[in-house]
């Protein structure tokens, strides 16, 4: 079974742009969820979808947008980048539905913002 | 809310050496606790779990963790490291219960070095 996928794995983009990010989570699971990872904040969980809908969501800015298609593919979007946006941006998926679904890590993508 | 302290962010042993990494953390209602290990460019990988039951849980790669709930801890332990183990490791809780399956909380992860 492939696992999570995660496009482009690399970005550059430059202060001001936008930018989306694209995560298709391993087949059969419904539940997706995106982290920022950077060195001064560490791992920090940005938004989950669930069958395409927003199930839970962390303390960024409005800034930062996603949602989930019927296929359970996500995307997240950041609008107006700023330096700080800089980071790994880590995609999960799970089952979803029982407390004790693991969540299967993507490789990531390597957002840098000049 | 959840909060984890790694309580070491690098730890440096030398092969066949045992190792702790040690993780706190704090919370309000029940969690799950997690390890998770990352190598280079890479993304996390699921290292092992504690739900309910036994409080010493076991990986298949030698590494085991006991949860201490009076001491809210859940550190790591490997009796014998080896090059192979170097990585970084984070401990995340999720809250039982509720709709927060998707939401883990991190520490700032330990860095791992295994020396020959």
Sequence with gaps: ?114 | AQSVTQLDSQVPVFEEAPVELRCNYSSSVSVYLFWYVQYPNQGLQLLLKYLSGSTLVESINGFEAEFNKSQTSFHLRKPSVHISDTAEYFCAVRRAGGTSYGKLTFGQGTILTVHP
């Excluded at chain 1, 794995?9 to 930018?19: A, E, N, P, S």
């Excluded at chain 1, 539940?31 to 395409?52: D, I």
Aim: hydrophobic share 30%; glycine share 10%; proline share 4%.
């Design chain 1, 1 to 114: 079974k492939a696992g999570v996928t995660q496009t482009p794995r690399y970005l550059i983009k430059t202060r001001g742009q936008q930018v989306t990010l694209s995560c298709s989570p391993i087949s059969g699971h419904r539940s997706v969820s995106w982290y920022q990872q950077t060195p001064g904040q560490g791992l920090q969980f940005l938004f989950e979808y669930f069958s395409e809908t927003q199930r839970n969501k962390g303390n960024f800015p409005g800034r930062f947008s996603g949602r989930q298609f019927s296929n359970s593919r996500s995307e997240m979007n950041v609008s107006t980048l700023e330096l700080g946006d800089s980071a790994l941006y880590l995609c999960a998926s799970s089952l979803a539905g029982r407390e004790d679904n693991e969540q299967f890590f993507g490789p990531g993508t390597r957002l840098t913002v000049l």
